[in-house]
């Protein structure tokens, strides 16, 4: 089927260009349920069913919310402790102005 499109006013044009995007969608529909059938069709013939194949919901992996041991401790007050994460606190951050080093303060 050849069409002649130099012929074609802008109208027409326009339509046929909708025509055949309606039609590539309707090619593209039918060309996925044939995929999809084909590898239903190969599940089954395997001996799976869809769901072990393919799991609904992919659970993720839980976060670890464990504490972390401290590294630092203050020696004017061993009850202080830090792990090295986040903000220091204002004790490690005074020890270091005085001079002390980070391994002098760790546990």
Do not use: C
Not at 59 to 64: Q, S, Y
Request: charged share 30%.
């Amino acid at each position: 089927m050849a069409i002649d499109i130099k012929n074609l006013n802008p109208k027409q044009l326009n339509e046929l260009i909708s025509l055949a995007q309606v039609r590539q969608t309707e090619l593209k529909r039918e060309n996925l349920s044939k995929l999809r059938d084909k590898v239903l069709d190969l599940i089954k013939s395997e001996g799976y069913s869809f769901e072990e194949v393919f799991p609904a919901g992919r659970a993720k992996a839980p976060r670890g919310t464990g504490t972390v041991p401290p590294k630092f401790r203050n020696p004017a007050n061993p009850e202080q402790t830090w792990t090295g994460r986040g903000k220091r606190p204002h004790w490690f951050s005074d020890a270091l102005k005085a001079g002390k080093q980070p391994q002098d303060l760790a546990i």
